[in-house]
């Protein structure tokens, strides 16, 4: 997606508001528009006030307003701070998206709706920051081992009812009695994995693994590369119908993921995955070996150490069918 700031070509006479249709084939009216004062809008021109879903939606730095008008209704999106017109376009552009096939002017509204939610929970967790790269690899491992594992052996509802990351639970899913914890390290790092915290390996299940996949950056040209956005995209796929692509967006606003063009600047080679079995005698921290008053700690585990614990996928993958 090419952000060119549709606000900047439009003429402005100060009088009231003014506007340029977005797509004139689109059977919706959708405009980008200027206020009396310069602001930034996006409009859209409906019929039926009642087809606008009650309940409120708050989204920081943009007003969203309902008006009548002389054929119809008005909701505008108006941004509060020019500068930030590029996260704004961002947001219009997904709304566009996201309604491209509707049909009907009241499902129209209802996908605007439910869009507008996940970008006020994605704002209220996250503010208007992008992933860091730590965090879209981090989350490009939980989805590697949702997709080439868990969709294998599940019905894709279980998975995604599995997956705990996004909710920032104990460990990232929870699979019946057997808990599994994701990390993504790159090759070129240390032989280490990070711990987060004392819990992050203790588990409360009775089978609890440690999943690591190795990520190798490359260039986007390179063969079987994956982006964060790539990843996603392969898992959408994978999921039989539209309920279920709808609760995997959810958690992935719940993750604090959009789909925005700055996911795909980098790519990554998967070169390498492990699964360790988390039992007595493993490398880690407890909380009944932390002295008392230590109440957060972060902590490395050299690979190396893990090996004696090591079990192939294929048993992993064995056991999960039992």
């Known amino acids: 997606m090419t952000k060119n700031n549709p606000w900047a070509t439009i003429p402005h006479n100060k009088q009231g508001i003014d506007s340029v249709r977005i797509d004139p084939a689109n059977s919706f009216d959708f405009f980008w528009a200027l206020g009396k004062n310069g602001e930034y809008l996006f409009v859209i021109e409906h019929d039926h006030i009642e087809d606008w879903p009650t309940k409120k939606i708050a989204l920081s730095g943009i007003d969203i307003q309902q008006f009548q008008t002389s054929k119809g209704y008005r909701l505008s999106l108006m941004l509060n701070e020019p500068s930030d017109w590029d996260i704004f376009y ?45 965090e879209q690899q981090g989350l490009i491992g939980e989805l590697y081992f949702l997709k080439n594992h ?21 460990q990232d899913f929870g699979i ?7 990390k993504s390290k790159q090759g070129t790092s240390a032989p280490y994995i990070q711990i987060s915290s004392i819990d992050q390996l203790g588990c409360n299940t009775k089978n609890c693994f440690l999943y690591v ?68 005698g ?41």
Not at 222 to 240: C, D, F, G, Q, Y
Request: one cysteine or more; glycine letters at 4%.
């Open 213 to 280: 996949v190795t990520l190798n950056t490359a260039p986007k040209s390179a063969e079987n590369t994956v982006s964060l956005n790539k990843m996603i995209h392969r898992v959408k796929k994978l999921l039989p119908n539209a309920n279920e692509v709808d609760i995997f967006e959810n958690l992935l606003a719940e993750a604090g993921y959009m789909d925005l063009p700055e996911y795909d600047e980098k790519h990554y080679l998967i070169s390498k995955e492990s699964m360790f079995e988390i039992k007595d």
């Open 150 to 170: 868990l969709l294998k052996v599940f019905a894709a509802n279980e998975v995604l009812s599995f997956w705990k990351g996004p909710f920032g639970e104990q």
């Open 90 to 134: 961002i947001l219009c552009h997904d709304l566009l998206q996201a309604t491209a096939e509707a049909t009907a002017q009241k499902t129209m509204l209802t996908i605007i709706h439910n869009r507008l939610q996940r970008w006020q929970k994605l704002f209220r967790k996250f503010g208007k920051k992008l992933l860091t790269e730590q």
């Open 282 to 322: 493993f490398p880690r921290l407890l909380g009944d070996n932390v002295p008392n008053g230590v109440i957060s700690v972060q902590y490395k585990i050299e690979l190396k150490e893990c090996k004696p614990f090591e079990v192939t996928l294929e048993k992993f993958n064995t056991r999960l069918k039992k």
């Open 176 to 182: 019946g009695d057997t808990a599994v914890e994701v």
